[in-house]
């Protein structure tokens, strides 16, 4: 089996059933396997995919367990040589499992890559990054952002100095489109499950890099991505919302977990 695909579903059946039709409309070569992950959906989302899609492997966890949890219960079937995790909300574009999969096959250092992430409208997406700094969290939702100071770390972070266009060598990729190589995972490990929403990804990708792996952007593999930027907004309003608290919480379990210890530097890019 050359590709396992993991989707974590929590109330977003019809989402996860158009990204599961967008994925059987591929052709990989050495085959793929669809495993979706349900974390206690209050809605119908179990029975209906089971009923619409019988090739595809759909694990009922009893209670919401979150996302890392979720992923990595997905990951312990699987039976790839790659993993890719999808969003529900993802569409995957022509070309672009294959595009993932050859780039994975021609460069074997590469731990962990990710595809371009486009909206509806084709504007593409932020979804890679550089790490944090605890002043990136206090840049983006308070008055100081808007200082030049701010600005600066801003755009460090999103790498408004890039284009976008072109293969990188990055620090973390958005969970939302990644894929990893199994025998890196066995090496680093699943995701942190400490972690019950955001920050997993960057954790992931650090960690890849401590272990000598690359994590690369490959905007050749393009996906369409219906995202809403939930945990954004000043600290007050994140604050009135449960997932704009988990961003923050998961945020000071990140930099409690790496305190002390410097941070990986993202290998040269290849080509």
Known sequence: MKLSIIIVNYNTGPLTAACIRSILAQDVVGGLEIIVVDNASADESVAHLRSDFPEVTVIANGKNVGLAAGVNTGLASTRGKYCLILNPDILVLPGALVSLVTYMDAHPTVGVAGGQLQSPNGEVQESCYRFYS???????????????????????????????????????????????????????????????????????????????????????????????RSS??????????????????????????NRGRSLPTAAAPLP
């Open 134 to 228: 605890p002043l990136t969290l206090i840049y983006r939702r308070t008055f100081w952002g808007k200082t030049a100071r701010g600005q600066r770390e801003i755009a460090r972070f999103l790498m408004k100095d890039f284009d976008h266009a072109s293969i990188r060598a990055v620090d973390w990729l958005l969970g939302a489109c990644l894929i990893v190589r199994r025998e890196a995972v066995q090496e680093v490990g699943g995701m942190d499950e400490r972690f019950f929403l955001y920050f997993e990804d960057v954790d992931w990708c650090r960690r890849f890099l401590e272990a000598g792996w690359q994590v690369m952007y490959v905007p050749a593999a393009r996906f369409s991505h219906f995202y809403q």
């Open 232 to 257: 954004e907004g000043g600290i007050l309003s994140v604050l009135s919302h449960r997932v704009g608290r988990e961003h923050l919480k998961s945020a000071v379990k990140y930099f409690w977990k």
